[in-house]
């Protein structure tokens, strides 16, 4: 049974941090993009980051996250990790790790086959 569980979330004051981490479980997904997408309250769930199959050396941001937002993978452990710095309320959301049908990074929330049950994430003014 594949699964992947999201872990990191939390509350924490504006312009603070948070690591979001993603472990998988029942398959590798070593030559699969992964992505991390968000959901806010009232809102539909968006593309946050991407990172290509491998040694991730394809990485898309979200402009709305872009320069505060890091995505990586580290193979061995079978995790995507979302570093996100200088937090806004306007990242208040459940963060969602997903495991892509195919290599490239992409932003299509249907190229995605595989997804976790979330994080919380809340951020205060």
């Known amino acids: 049974q594949v699964q992947l569980v999201e872990s990191g979330g939390g509350l924490v004051q504006a312009g603070g941090s948070l690591r979001l981490s993603c472990a998988a479980s029942?398959?590798?997904?070593?030559?699969?993009?992964m992505g991390w997408f968000r959901q806010g309250p009232g809102k539909e769930r968006e593309f946050v980051a991407t990172?290509?199959?491998?040694?991730?050396?394809?990485?898309s941001y979200a402009d709305s996250v872009n320069g505060r937002f890091t995505i990586s993978r580290d193979n061995a452990k079978n995790t995507v990790y979302l570093q996100m710095n200088s937090l806004k309320p306007e990242d208040t959301a459940v963060y969602y790790c997903?495991?892509?049908?195919?290599?490239?990074?992409?932003?299509?929330?249907?190229?995605?086959?595989?997804w976790g049950q979330g994080t919380q994430v809340t951020v205060s003014s």
């Open positions: 990172i290509s199959w491998g040694g991730g050396g394809t990485k």
């Open positions: 997903a495991a892509g049908r195919a290599a490239w990074a992409t932003r299509n929330i249907g190229d995605y086959d595989y």
């Open positions: 029942g398959r590798r997904f070593n030559n699969n993009a």
